[in-house]
T-cell receptor, first 115, second 113 residues
Framework: AQSVAQPEDQVNVAEGNPLTVKCTYSVSGNPYLFWYVQYPNRGLQFLLKYITGDNLVKGSYGFEAEFNKSQTSFHLKKPSALVSDSALYFC?????????????FGAGTRLAVHP | DAGVIQSPRHEVTEMGQEVTLRCKPI?????LFWYRQTMMRGLELLIYFNNNVPIDDSGMPEDRFSAKMPNASFSTLKIQPSEPRDSAVYFC???????????FGPGTRLLVL
């Protein structure tokens, strides 16, 4: 069965420093991977996805993610963090390759960016 | 496009009452998903539809929960009777066939007293 793991409940980073939010996955077949962000009292917003192609995927708000097949990872990164990036981040994998669009979400990682 | 629309945004009710949550997906989307989010259990998929047909309702917690999608532009999630443990934020999301990306609504914050 497809699954994702976000090993960190919370990540703390100083404003201006690079940030990384980790995600590892387990899939059969080729992975379809996603990152979403949730700001307080809001719904989840799509950031970026990996389907195929370049291992470095660029998304919204200056975020990018690196797909690493050998390490089965899809870590979210940003070169310079902003206080406004503070939010809850979810990694997700599509459940059935070639099938329905059901996503399996990780538990989420809370990112806190300090001034 | 207005995005996924959910109503009401907030609902406070008493235990035993019926609760109906509503969702309007993005026009043209073939899939509709209902999720529940709590601090304890995180984000849970309750049920999803493809072309108005329920595909997987294995996440529905019990018979008190039901969902319908009478047409491509409207879905409801009903809880009858409601219980305090149903208090959560309920999200609706939609996506295109083969589009993979799900677009979420703002959620309905439900409090059952």
């Amino acid at each position: 069965a497809q699954s994702v793991a976000q090993p960190e409940d919370q990540v703390n980073v100083a404003e201006g420093n690079p940030l990384t939010v980790k995600c590892t996955y387990s899939v059969s077949g080729n992975p379809y991977l996603f990152w979403y962000v949730q700001y307080p009292n809001r719904g989840l917003q799509f950031l970026l996805k990996y389907i195929t192609g370049d291992n470095l995927v660029k998304g919204s708000y200056g975020f990018e993610a690196e797909f690493n097949k050998s390490q089965t990872s899809f870590h979210l990164k940003k070169p310079s963090a902003l206080v406004s990036d503070s939010a809850l981040y979810f990694c997700a994998v599509r459940d059935t390759p070639g099938g329905y669009n059901k996503l399996i979400f990780g538990a989420g990682t809370r990112l806190a960016v300090h001034p | 496009d207005a995005g996924v629309i959910q109503s009401p945004r907030h609902e406070v009710t008493e235990m035993g009452q019926e609760v109906t949550l509503r969702c309007k997906p993005i026009s043209g989307h073939d899939y509709l998903f209902w999720y529940r989010q709590t601090m304890m259990r995180g984000l849970e998929l309750l049920i999803y539809f493809n072309n108005n047909v329920p595909i997987d309702d294995s996440g529905m917690p019990e018979d008190r929960f039901s969902a319908k999608m009478p047409n491509a532009s409207f879905s409801t999630l009903k809880i009858q009777p409601s219980e305090p443990r149903d208090s959560a934020v309920y999200f609706c999301a939609s996506s295109f066939l083969r589009g993979e990306t799900q677009y979420f609504g703002p959620g309905t914050r439900l409090l059952v007293l």
